[in-house]
């Protein structure tokens, strides 16, 4: 696979889409899109411009972490946007399921969505979303939604995450377009995202794809340990943790873990 696979001509070439991906930022390293995608809200970027990028210096995921990717292996990517304060909550669903649907139509492998934000392949983690937004009352000035994806990546190479991660082309033995997948995984954003503006429920296919219902669980929220029985999501994606004093509580992000 070339370096420059996904320079904004070759995407153009791929992509179906009317609104995400129409304005392509695309760097061949750069420090985070996601910082890259806040100077272009800045600058008045339109809504559905994305940024791209072969390789991350600063790459981060959930609750500060680092996001690790060696160059031109993965999806590193930032959609721009400016939904409405209901959709907010929202959008990490909508993220993790075009990211689920789309390796399912592009490779044929089955994922799974571990609550509330990965996507795994057989237990083991192939991407990450990360939704960094400006509310202020009832205006959301702009949304973020970060993927990334490991596409050709060897978790081997890299110790910190060896074990607890996965790309494509581990599983399926073989190279994987990132091309392609990046023209999929646009176009299943877009569907969800144009499907939740028109008030149209994602959250039965979302329930479908993850794996942490049904079990006993350990929830982190900053110092906050819940424990107890996942036994839903709302509507909004927030897990439905079932106490074992028998009371019911709402949890909208944290760390989850199953209990032995």
């Known amino acids: 696979m070339t370096a420059n696979e996904l320079s904004p001509a070759s995407l153009r070439r791929e992509l179906k889409t009317k ?51 060696p160059p031109d292996s993965s999806i590193l990517l930032s959609i721009i946007l400016y939904p409405k304060l209901e959709l907010l909550p929202r959008l990490t669903m909508a993220a993790c399921l075009a990211v689920a649907q789309s390796i399912e139509k592009v490779t044929g492998l089955e994922s799974t969505i571990k609550w509330p934000n990965d996507v795994l392949i057989a237990g ?20 973020i939604v970060g993927i990334a994806l490991n596409v050709n990546l060897d978790p081997s190479s890299i110790p910190e995450i060896s074990e607890m991660a996965t790309s494509l082309k581990e599983v399926l033995g073989r190279e994987v377009s990132r091309l392609q997948m990046l023209g999929s995984l646009l176009g299943e954003f877009e569907a969800l995202y144009s499907a939740m503006r028109r008030g149209e429920p994602i959250d039965r296919e979302w329930r479908r794809h993850l794996e942490t219902l049904g079990k006993s669980v350990a929830v982190r929220c900053g110092d906050e340990v819940q424990e107890g029985y996942a036994e839903g999501v709302d509507e909004d994606g927030n897990l439905l943790l079932r106490r074992p004093d028998g009371s019911l509580v709402t949890i909208a992000a944290g760390d989850v873990t199953r209990n032995a």
Request: no cysteine; charged share 25%; hydrophobic share 35%.
């Open 124 to 143: 083991r983690k192939v991407s990450g979303i990360l939704i960094e937004s400006d509310v202020r009352g009832d205006t959301v000035n702009y949304a």
């Open 19 to 69: 609104l995400i991906g129409q304005n392509i930022l695309y760097y061949p390293t750069t420090s985070s899109t996601m910082d890259v995608a806040k100077q272009a809200i800045r600058e008045g970027a339109a809504e559905g411009t994305i940024v791209i990028a072969d390789h991350q210096t600063a790459g981060r995921g959930r609750l500060g972490r680092e996001w690790l990717s």
